[in-house]
């Protein structure tokens, strides 16, 4: 057995820990993303950090058939546990069992660019203007709707603003090209949108809101996980029906 630890002071105190309590597996000092090659392959792989993307190295150190079980926490919210087993092919595929939240891998934590370099004059730009019915509120207060708009939009993430009586939701993507503002104001049957880019963020948000809920509103254990040498994709039900894909972290 073996288990990284990335702070020299916690894994020391791991250390000693477990030998008290009469254990002694290997403990080293490292980034998890990286994995442990020198004792591969394993049969069982567990992270108790949630990340975005499943490392590479993780699928390459476990042997076919072993099994990978980890956090997944994409960057738009609601994340939840994902159980992966490895093939004969270099891949693994699984589920999603349960909802789960914590600090993510260091290595994957996302800086957000300033919200100028999206809108560099004064709001709203030349954002086009819209209205909503899907309030952002409901969409957010809502676990498995969140993380089913999170894993159709894996590029996407959202702050919000409070004002007066109600709360502004801005929604980014990662290239940094466009972005879209939602006002929820309670007790108002429709919101106020603006949308500026070459993405419609809001209208994709309620697109996959909407097919989330034309699919059953379908828990965590509905969908599922790719992973190969070059990339994941997310599935509902099957892995023949994806509902996003993503290239291998760099």
Not at 97 to 109: D, E, I, P
């Amino acid at each position: 057995m073996s288990t990284i630890e990335v702070d020299p002071r916690v894994a020391d105190a791991a250390r000693s820990a477990l030998h008290a309590a009469g254990y002694a597996p290997e403990v080293m000092c490292g980034d998890g993303s990286f994995g442990w090659s020198a004792a591969a392959p394993y049969d069982r792989l567990l992270s108790t950090v949630p990340v975005r993307d499943i490392p590479p190295a993780w699928p390459d150190q476990t042997r076919p058939g072993g099994v990978i079980v980890s956090p997944v926490s994409p960057l738009l919210g609601g994340g939840a546990i994902v159980r992966l087993t490895v093939g004969d092919n270099g891949t693994a595929s699984g589920r999603f069992t349960r909802s789960a939240a914590f600090m993510m891998l260091r290595r994957q934590r996302y800086a957000a660019a300033p919200v100028d370099d999206y809108l560099p004059g004064e709001w709203p730009g030349d954002a086009e203007q819209s209205w909503t019915e899907p309030d952002p509120e409901t969409v957010g207060a809502d676990w498995p709707a969140l993380f089913a708009c999170a894993l159709a939009l894996p590029d996407v993430y959202y702050r919000r603003n409070d004002y007066g009586p109600g709360r502004t939701w801005w929604l980014f993507d990662t290239a940094v090209t466009s972005w879209a503002t939602v006002d929820s104001v309670p007790g108002q049957p429709r919101f106020e949108v603006h949308q500026s880019g070459p993405r419609q963020l809001w209208d994709e948000m309620a697109t996959a809101h909407h097919r989330w809920t034309a699919a059953g509103r379908p828990g965590y254990d509905r969908y599922g996980l790719t992973v190969t040498p070059t990339g994941q994709t997310a599935w509902l039900d099957d892995p023949d029906t994806p509902v996003s894909g993503r290239d291998a972290a760099g």
